[in-house]
């Protein structure tokens, strides 16, 4: 458990990133992959920014869940 904590925690972070490049430099996919599903107009990029935050919260919020259950699992007064 461990483990999935440290990995979800890794991946929040990483995904907090990306969603920070992504809203302050949404170019950044069309520059990468010269893909541009919009025709610069940005909408996409704003969908991708918004799926971004909303996985972070999700992982984030599993990460939070199993670090909680380690340390009832960790604490002294449970049997």
Not at 1 to 17: D, G, N, P, Y
């Given at each position: 458990?461990?483990?999935?904590?440290?990995?979800?925690?890794?991946?929040?972070?990483?995904?907090?990133?990306a969603?920070?490049?992504?809203?302050?430099?949404?170019?950044?996919?069309?520059?990468?992959?010269?893909?541009?599903?919009?025709?610069?107009?940005?909408?996409?990029?704003?969908?991708i920014?918004?799926?971004?935050?909303?996985?972070?919260?999700?992982?984030?919020?599993?990460?939070?869940?199993?670090?909680?259950?380690?340390?009832?699992?960790?604490?002294?007064?449970?049997?």
């Open positions: 458990m461990v483990l999935r904590a440290r990995v979800e925690i890794a991946l929040s972070a990483l995904l907090a990133i969603t920070i490049v992504t809203a302050v430099w949404p170019s950044w996919i069309e520059s990468a992959t010269g893909f541009d599903p919009d025709g610069g107009n940005g909408q996409a990029e704003w969908l920014v918004a799926a971004l935050a909303v996985v972070t919260l999700a992982v984030a919020t599993l990460a939070r869940r199993d670090l909680r259950a380690i340390r009832r699992a960790a604490s002294p007064g449970r049997l």
